[in-house]
């Protein structure tokens, strides 16, 4: 081990090899914080070549690495590894290039998500996918993680963005994937290596695809008695063929936590919130607007408004966007999940969420991306009773299994990471299983990039 | 001998019975991918294996086995006034869905909402150990396990069977138009499809024709509500400076159709998909020109497809794309199903190795 460390400080890194116990400590969990871990030496990367220097010394003394861009993932994804080192990439941000005319943005790793759009909006250029935690989280991260956001629905998640990616592999090598075009000729490994959560390698550089920045967006909130109400009225949008970029629902827990945080003023007494959003070319979200206040009003909204205005929208969003940190004024502690069901069932699903939460004695608050079926039940509890936790993680580890049972998925967007490898057998034969080792053990036979996430160890 | 599998227990059993490698083929709409290039490999024909087995348009999702024509999908979804986004290419022709995503190539009609790769979901496929996995699933998110329909897409039958696939469906735009400018000099269109492609009036298909001369005449489409189109389409007009018609519906219904069942091409000729961006397009266009190939950008000037003359080597024309760093998927003439630059390096050779690790399939065509 003090072998490693002596090799990495042969990097030339300088103060940006850290090793006592107070950075240590800074780096020993990600926005889960339930798990811990210290790892052997962080290793602050500001070149290519450090990645890839970093990288050499630990395939060469057979020691475990793991990427880090914000460290707010919410799965465990960029928790170190026990004896391992971690890779902290969230100095390399700078955004390399921006091109109006192919559209694209050509970024480090560890740029913050929404210094990408920062860096377009003079060219009337945005990058789309937008997690709550936009202002913070890292590229590189979201292209492990591929993570969503709020606007997904239209427009796809983080790898229907990402066109290339060069790549670290885990023994040093570099890759390039992809290219700048919006097509890729042959095998999309970008598109494989996009949510591979750092067990492939690590991403050094991307090529991101932006978009036009929409003339007109109009966001609506409308007020439901019930979150079956809220439920019925998605469906109808849906049927109706209307295509928004958002679709949103809160539920009474969570309107309560927004209020109680962040005051975006919700509308009183509300049992549940949508949020419905359309942009694009002023024409066709005219077109699309009245008939989706005329879909809402016959819906049974008890009200709701519409507006264009930034202000008003910004704060319809806050209380949306803030509610995963609002609910800490509702409990000391939350667990959030993040699984996923045919939008069909989502009333189902939200029905039965609703009778285990009873039955186990645990509140849950709901927000989710309605539009596309991705529930985040926050699960309320305080560790300091003692049961609490465990009553927690056990009704959390029903959600998930309810989500396989009604034909979805156990994550939408937030990775499996460490949490939720326990629960990947359940959605995955035998066989595909086998598969997913398989490539993991084709592109990394020493097992050393990230291990232990997503993929749990395999039994001796 | 020519393999027939009707279910993916007779894939497998293909997979693992047959000396040397194997390739599938569908509607055998694109032979330069269905056809290897230098190994002796025994075709698979998996056209039997079609159907849709789910499809639930309140869910927008729609799973069919591999070798449902597009043409069949297309008809299920359009009941519902859904299409799949993605507008695979040469559907009269017979293409299968499989085939539209082993080939990785979508349509002019891709420029509204992405191609292949951003709607396909999950997938079902037997390796090259005869083992029948699945990836991805029936929703429309899911960030569980490695993302194997991505994978799949445009792996040309060379990482695996395709045996089911599923797809997030869109909306059909409720109505479209075309207009057609006059055309205009190489760079003059360049730069008005880079100020297209910019907004503000979402097109649906931009694509660029070669005229006799040697000028350029923008296609462009758009789609929605009725009763906007008029509007939007005298607003794209005046972003172009050349004068436009605008197409009768059942003119631009033929305009669009022919395009993508590659009527456009010389009977005979080699048709290659190219991935580009608008900066390499001069060099290439001037390369493309100098051979007769007739040369057709599409996506907002983010691929081109070229016919390139049958009487020319298919390896003048790799040899030059390599040179450029460009690399074409062919679907018609031999030589493909790659030419020019290779991409994916080593992650690409071990990913392949993981897949095939004895060589079942003609993956050293990609390599
Ligand atoms: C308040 C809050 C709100 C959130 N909202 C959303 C949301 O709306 N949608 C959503 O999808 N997620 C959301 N998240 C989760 C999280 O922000 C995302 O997963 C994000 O992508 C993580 O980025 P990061 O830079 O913090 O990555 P980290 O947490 O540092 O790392 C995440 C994973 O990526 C790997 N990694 C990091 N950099 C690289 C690299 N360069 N190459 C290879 N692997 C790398 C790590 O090893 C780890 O496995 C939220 C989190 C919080 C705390």
């Known amino acids: 081990m003090n072998d490693v460390v002596a090799a990495l400080g042969g990097i030339g890194l300088g103060d940006r090899l850290l090793t006592g116990p107070a950075a240590l400590a800074a780096f020993s969990s990600d926005a889960q914080t339930a798990f811990q871990q210290r790892a052997i030496a962080v290793v602050v990367a500001e070149t290519v070549g450090e990645v890839q220097a970093a990288v050499r010394v630990c395939h060469a003394a057979g020691v475990p690495f793991v990427a880090r861009g914000s460290g707010t993932s919410l799965s465990g994804g960029s928790l170190p590894v026990e004896g391992g080192v971690l890779i902290a990439l969230n100095r390399m941000n700078r955004v390399l290039r921006v091109d109006a005319d192919t559209r694209t943005a050509v970024v480090e790793p560890g740029v913050i998500n929404l210094d990408v759009t920062r860096a377009a909006t003079p060219h009337g250029l945005y990058y789309a996918p937008d997690p709550s935690s936009q202002s913070i989280c890292t590229i590189g991260g979201n292209i492990a993680f591929n993570s969503g956001g709020a606007h997904c629905l239209l427009h796809g998640m983080t790898s229907n963005h990402v066109l290339g990616v060069r790549v670290v592999l885990p023994d040093g090598e570099l890759a390039e994937l992809g290219g700048p075009s919006a097509e890729t000729p042959g095998p999309d490994w970008t598109g494989l290596f996009c949510g591979s959560e750092g067990l492939f390698g690590i991403v050094v550089e991307a090529t991101l695809r932006l978009m036009p920045v929409p003339e007109a967006v109009r966001t609506s909130l409308a007020v439901y008695d019930s979150l079956e109400a809220a439920g019925d009225a998605v469906a109808q949008i849906v049927r109706a063929g209307l295509l928004p970029v958002a679709l949103e629902i809160m539920d009474a827990l969570a309107i309560e936590a927004a209020e109680a945080s962040v005051k975006p003023g919700y509308p009183p007494g509300a049992t549940a919130l949508l949020i419905v959003e359309l942009e694009g070319e002023r024409d066709v979200v005219d077109a699309d607007a009245a008939r989706l206040d005329a879909l809402l009003t016959a819906s049974g909204a008890r009200e709701f408004l519409a507006t264009e205005d930034l202000d008003e929208r910004a704060l319809i969003w806050k209380g949306r966007k803030a509610a995963f940190s609002a609910v800490g004024w509702l409990a000391p502690d939350y667990i959030v999940q993040d699984g996923v069901v045919p939008r069909t069932r989502l009333g189902e699903a939200l029905v039965e969420i609703g009778r285990m939460s009873e039955e186990s004695g645990i509140r849950v608050a709901n927000v989710f991306h309605a539009g596309d079926g991705n529930l985040h039940p926050l699960i309320l509890f305080d560790s300091a009773v003692p049961g609490e936790l465990e009553r927690a993680e056990r009704l959390g580890g029903d959600i998930l299994r309810l989500c396989i049972a009604l034909g979805g998925s156990i994550t939408g967007e937030h990775g499996v990471g460490i949490e939720k490898r326990e629960y990947l057998p359940l959605m995955y034969a035998p066989d595909d299983l086998a598969a997913m080792r398989r490539l993991r053990d084709g592109v990394d036979p020493a097992g050393l990039a990230n291990p232990g996430k997503m993929l749990a160890p395999e039994a001796a | ?367």
């Open chain 2, 1 to 367: 001998m020519t393999l027939v599998a009707a279910s993916a227990a007779d894939v497998r059993e293909a997979v693992l019975s047959t000396d040397g490698p194997l390739l599938p083929v569908a509607g055998a709409t694109k032979p330069a991918l269905s056809t290897a290039q230098d190994t002796a490999a025994t075709p698979l024909d998996v056209s039997a294996l079609r159907g849709i087995t789910s499809y639930d348009p309140a869910e927008l999702t729609f799973t069919a086995r591999a070798g449902t024509p597009v043409r069949e999908a297309a008809a299920a979804l359009a009941e519902h006034g859904q299409y799949l986004p993605f507008d695979p290419p040469l559907a009269d022709a017979g293409a299968t869905l499989g085939g539209a995503v082993a080939a990785g190539v979508s349509g002019s009609g891709a420029f509204r909402h992405g191609g292949v790769r951003d709607f396909i979901i999950g997938v079902r496929l037997v390796d090259g150990t005869g083992s029948l996995i699945a990836g991805g699933g029936q929703v429309v998110k899911n960030a569980a396990g490695f993302d194997l329909p991505k994978l799949m897409v445009g792996s040309a039958g060379r990482l695996g069977v395709l045996t089911e696939l599923s797809f997030k469906v869109f909306p059909h735009p409720r109505a479209t138009t075309t207009l057609s400018f006059e055309p205009l000099g190489r760079d003059a269109a360049l730069a008005t499809v880079a100020r297209l492609a910019r907004g503000p009036v979402a097109l649906d298909a931009l694509d660029v024709e070669p005229t006799p001369d040697g000028s350029r005449r923008i296609l462009a489409r758009i789609g929605g509500d009725p009763a906007a189109l008029d509007a939007r389409a005298v607003r794209l007009a005046s972003y172009v400076e050349a004068p436009h018609e605008r197409l009768a519906p059942d003119e631009e219904t033929a305009l669009w159709r022919d395009t993508g069942e590659l009527r456009w091409a010389a009977p005979g000729a080699l048709v290659a998909r190219i991935p580009v961006t608008a900066p390499a397009i001069p060099m290439l266009d001037a390369f493309l020109a100098a051979h007769r190939a007739a040369a057709r950008w599409t996506l907002g000037a983010n691929a081109v497809w070229v016919a390139w003359p049958a009487e020319l080597p298919p390896r003048e024309l790799g040899d030059a794309l390599a040179g450029l760093g460009l690399t074409a998927v062919a679907l018609t003439g031999t030589g493909g199903p790659l030419l020019g630059a290779r991409r994916g390096g080593a992650f690409a050779a071990r990913v392949r190795g993981a897949l095939d690790p004895d060589g079942r399939f003609a993956g050293a065509d990609l390599a």
